[in-house]
């Protein structure tokens, strides 16, 4: 896919922005992207999944249907951990699968301290395979992007449950 600026270049950069339930994307390549992603980390512009449950939940309600894997409170905790990583992040908005992997431990351990495995449970979350899933579910839906580099692959053998969340 070219940069939509551009045209010439391979696009590298996706952002995605819902707002009142109308999705918009850009595609930039990384010269004209980088105004934007400059314009992020300075604070001027905030990616909509800095404030998940408002922006995101009524989106989900549009793809989600009865009998999912996976609870709509699991795909919001997405977005928290995403939030978190991308904290974490010194450089550049993207987060590894490994990066997510990591912020949804810390998360789930401070929210929910030693329910968190019953938690993940109880929203059909058993390994982080399953955070994969529900990763390139959004991707799907377009309400996250990735890089050609990411795959479930990211996701596999990240840490085991029992162990990583103890009760």
């Known amino acids: 896919m ?17 707002v009142a339930g109308a999705m918009t994307s850009h595609d930039y390549c990384g010269d004209c992207g980088e105004p934007v992603l400059t314009d ?9 999944l800095l404030n998940p449950a408002d922006i995101w939940s009524d989106a989900l309600d549009q793809v989600l249907t ?24 010194k450089q550049g908005p ?3 699968g490994r990066e997510l992997l990591e912020a949804l431990h810390d998360l789930a351990q401070e929210k ?28 799907g839906w377009r ?4 890089t050609p580099t990411d795959s479930m692959d990211d996701f ?12």
């Open 143 to 146: 309400m996250l992007a990735k």
């Open 112 to 139: 929910f301290g030693r329910k968190a495995k019953a938690t993940l449970n109880a929203w059909g979350v058993f390994t982080c395979e399953d955070f994969g899933e529900m990763v390139f579910s959004l991707v």
């Open 66 to 89: 009865p009998g999912d894997d996976y609870a709509k409170a699991a795909y919001l905790f997405i977005f928290d951990g995403l939030e978190r990583a991308m904290t974490r992040r």
């Open 2 to 18: 070219l940069c939509e600026k551009c045209h010439k270049q391979e696009a590298t950069i996706h952002l995605a922005r819902i």
């Open 40 to 48: 992020f980390h300075e604070g001027a512009a905030r990616p909509a």
């Open 156 to 167: 596999r053998g990240g840490y085991d449950f029992e162990t990583a969340f103890p009760e």
């Open 94 to 96: 993207h987060v590894t």
